[in-house]
T-cell receptor, first 115, second 110 residues
Framework: EPEVTQTPSHQVTQMGQEVILRCVPI?????FYWYRQILGQKVEFLVS????????KSEIFDDQFSVERPDGSNFTLKIRSTKLEDSAMYFC?????????????FGPGTRLTVL | KNEVEQSPQNLTAQEGEFITINCSYS?????LHWLQQHPGGGIVSLFM???GKKKHGRLIATINIQEKHSSLHITASHPRDSAVYIC????????????FGEGTQLTVNP
């Protein structure tokens, strides 16, 4: 069964450094999401992306964050200058379409630790 | 007050028991998703509901749109069902993004 993959599985970085988290969506999926989960807390929406544009973003997704689909396969989340509070598990999810009833397929997550 | 409330927060059961997890929400929704988060962190979609009831194996999900309430039932529970179960509606005022509940930690003992 096709899967969403994410790399790296764990990233450790120093505060202030830039990180790029990568996601490879299921091949015929067109709509992409990033969510994050701070340890012990609920999952929170960051951003959704369709047709090379941001569709929606939350208040968490400030100017330090950006997303792009650089090569037609990868979908990336960049954090320009990491803060301690960015430490979390970051999940990519993808759907075939953009209907609210579409199943979201989640990647295994990237655990980001900011020191 | 949270827009999505799940109960109970924690649930411990003996193998074979019938499990019910509840979800109440205070906003208008277009659909509601139930997800399972494994101990390793991975998230799997179980159901999407916009009305009525769905069944998949030992799992049953129901929704009452008028009462703004959904339930997830597990029949004949098994230790491998131990996970966090999360209710996540699509709000009418949002696109397709999910709004996650806090989750219910289920532990099924043999």
């Amino acid at each position: 069964e096709p899967e969403v993959t994410q790399t790296p599985s764990h990233q450790v970085t120093q505060m202030g450094q830039e990180v790029i988290l990568r996601c490879v969506p299921i091949s015929n999926h067109l709509y992409f999401y990033w969510y994050r989960q701070i340890l012990g807390q609920k999952v929170e929406f960051l951003v959704s992306f369709y047709n090379n544009e941001i569709s929606e973003k939350s208040e968490i997704f400030d100017d330090q964050f950006s997303v792009e689909r650089p090569d037609g396969s990868n979908f990336t989340l960049k954090i320009r200058s990491t803060k301690l509070e960015d430490s979390a598990m970051y999940f990519c999810a993808t759907t075939r379409g953009f209907f609210r009833t579409d199943t979201q397929y989640f990647g295994p997550g990237t655990r980001l630790t900011v020191l | 007050k949270n827009e999505v409330e799940q109960s109970p927060q924690n649930l411990t059961a003996q193998e074979g028991e019938f499990i019910t997890i509840n979800c109440s929400y205070s906003v208008g929704i277009s659909a509601l998703h139930w997800l399972q988060q494994h101990p390793g962190g991975g998230i799997v979609s179980l159901f999407m509901l916009s009305s009525g009831k769905k069944k998949h194996g030992r799992l049953i999900a129901t929704i009452n749109i008028q009462e703004k309430h959904s339930s997830l039932h597990i029949t004949a529970s098994h230790p491998r069902d131990s996970a966090v179960y999360i209710c996540a509606p699509n709000k009418e005022t949002s696109g397709s993004r999910l709004t996650f509940g806090e989750g219910t930690q289920l532990t099924v003992n043999p």
